[in-house]
């Protein structure tokens, strides 16, 4: 079965501080894709990353960085120095290899709120 | 930049009515979505279109949903006999042209059953 667990419902955070938000998924298949999106509070999806099952290599985008660990199946997503444009739901999701359909199974969302 | 537009933005409707949301994927794009988003909860697959048929589907979508590309770029969702239980954020996506690509959502369209 696939699945993808936030384990946060909401994080709370002072502007500038850094904050990670958690995903652990799951899957049997050996190739598969892991995504972040962020929606703001008017609502569109955007996307931020898409990772495929074989680079395991961290990525950083600006203050964005993603932290991919096969070994613990997680897929972690750090803000550096948060500021308030960063409050958002935050959703992280899995793509199964083996689906041919290109079908996203999100998790339940970390609403992060960063206040000034 | 290219993007995935919804219309309408919002849809009010009485329930047993039948409604259809539009969208227009990215022109290049070959693969298309409906999700679901229930207020507050997470956001749920529909539907998976691609070379004029559905791919995949949910158990969500039942016979009530029926998904259609009438021309070279609208991609619709109708939803016939609304239920009070269908009010829901419906977002619309598209990837491609090769199946392995990002998916980009639209803005979404905002249906209230009353």
């Known amino acids: 079965a696939q699945k993808v667990t936030q384990a946060q419902t909401e994080i709370s955070v002072v502007e500038k501080e850094d904050v990670t938000l958690d995903c652990v998924y799951e899957t049997r298949d050996t190739t598969y894709y892991l995504f972040w999106y962020k929606q703001p509070p008017s609502g569109e999806l955007v996307f931020l990353i898409r990772r495929n099952s074989f680079d395991e290599q961290n990525e950083i985008s600006g203050r964005y960085s993603w932290n991919f660990q096969k070994s613990t199946s997680s897929f972690n997503f750090t803000i550096t120095a948060s500021q308030v444009v960063d409050s958002a739901v935050y959703f992280c999701?899995?793509?199964?290899?083996?689906?041919?359909?290109?079908?996203?199974?999100f998790g339940q969302g970390t609403t992060l709120q960063v206040k000034p | 930049e290219p993007e995935v537009t919804q219309t309408p933005s919002h849809q009010v409707t009485q329930m047993g009515q039948e409604v259809i949301l539009r969208c227009v994927p990215i022109s290049n794009h070959l693969y298309f979505y409906w999700y679901r988003q229930i207020l507050g909860q997470k956001v749920e697959f529909l539907v998976s279109f691609y070379n004029n048929e559905i791919s995949e589907k949910s158990e969500i979508f039942d016979d009530q949903f029926s998904v259609e590309r009438p021309d070279g770029s609208n991609f619709t969702l109708k939803i016939r006999s609304t239920k009070l239980e269908d009010s829901a954020m419906y977002f619309c996506?598209?990837?491609?042209?090769?199946?392995?690509?990002?998916?980009?959502f639209g803005q979404g369209t905002r249906l209230t059953v009353v």
């Open positions: 996506a598209s990837s491609g042209p090769l199946l392995d690509t990002e998916a980009f």
């Open positions: 999701a899995l793509e199964s290899g083996s689906s041919n359909t290109g079908k996203l199974i």
